[in-house]
């Protein structure tokens, strides 16, 4: 479980094929102080399990079905992902609740700046979570934790503070480029238990 506040922005310095998928090896100075082997950690969006680490960064292997999800199987060496550690009973719940489980991938559309490093940023809204999207709701984009500030049929936006610009990867986003959608998990449960989902 994580709550969608990014701790540190990454940096991939490896990314090779393996039998089973694809490794990342990424370098961390903040959020690899407190992981060991088995942790849990958020990467753009996705829970993944440290497979190995030094005091410069972690390792993480990815299998088809986080690769068939996710666009973390298009990371190169240079590639900058967002960074969380699990949420522990201590941790302030600054964003909402976040699995970690991407649900979809989508597109910036449109990046709209609005002064002072603030951005308007109008995302493609997949289909199949259109009905777990809610204006004023959450959602995480590549891990970081929002609010819907306008929906459509076809899209959702977002108005991006300078502050989350400047500490996550949304800052440097460009309309085209790729991102891990989740939507939250309390609208999922919502429509389970009326029997729609």
Same mark, same amino acid.
């Given at each position: ?5 990014? !701790?540190?922005? %990454? ?11 694809? =490794? $990342? ?7 690899? +102080?407190?992981?060991?082997? @088995? ?5 753009? &969006?996705?829970? $993944? ?23 973390? &199987?298009?990371?190169?060496? &240079? ?5 969380? =550690? ?26 709209? !700046?609005?002064?002072? %490093? ?18 004023? %709701?959450?959602?995480?984009? @590549? ?8 929906? %459509?049929?076809?899209?959702? !936006? ?7 610009? !400047? ?8 309309? &085209?480029?790729?991102?891990?959608? +989740?939507?939250?998990? $309390? ?6 238990? $009326?029997?729609?989902?």
């Amino acid at each position: 479980m994580f709550t969608g506040i990014v !701790e540190e922005i %990454g940096t991939v310095r490896h990314a090779g094929a393996t039998a089973a998928g694809m =490794r $990342l090896e990424i370098a961390s100075s903040r959020v690899v +102080e407190d992981l060991a082997i @088995d942790s849990s950690v958020n990467v753009a &969006g996705a829970c $993944l399990t440290v497979i190995e680490r030094d005091d410069h960064g972690f390792a993480v292997d990815l299998v088809k079905e986080t690769l068939a999800r996710t666009t973390l &199987g298009r990371a190169l060496r &240079g590639t900058r992902v967002n960074l969380e =550690r699990a949420a522990t009973p201590t941790t302030a719940l600054g964003g909402h609740f976040v699995q970690g489980h991407v649900d979809a991938t989508s597109k910036l559309v449109t990046r709209k !700046e609005e002064g002072g %490093g603030a951005a308007r940023l109008r995302f493609a809204l997949p289909k199949a979570l259109s009905r777990y999207v809610v204006a004023k %709701g959450f959602i995480t984009i @590549d891990g970081v934790s929002l609010t819907i500030a306008a929906l %459509g049929k076809s899209y959702f !936006e977002i108005a991006l503070i300078p502050h989350t610009a !400047e500490k996550t990867t949304l800052g440097a986003l460009r309309p &085209g480029e790729p991102v891990n959608v +989740e939507s939250d998990v $309390l609208a999922k449960y919502v429509q389970r238990l $009326l029997g729609k989902g």
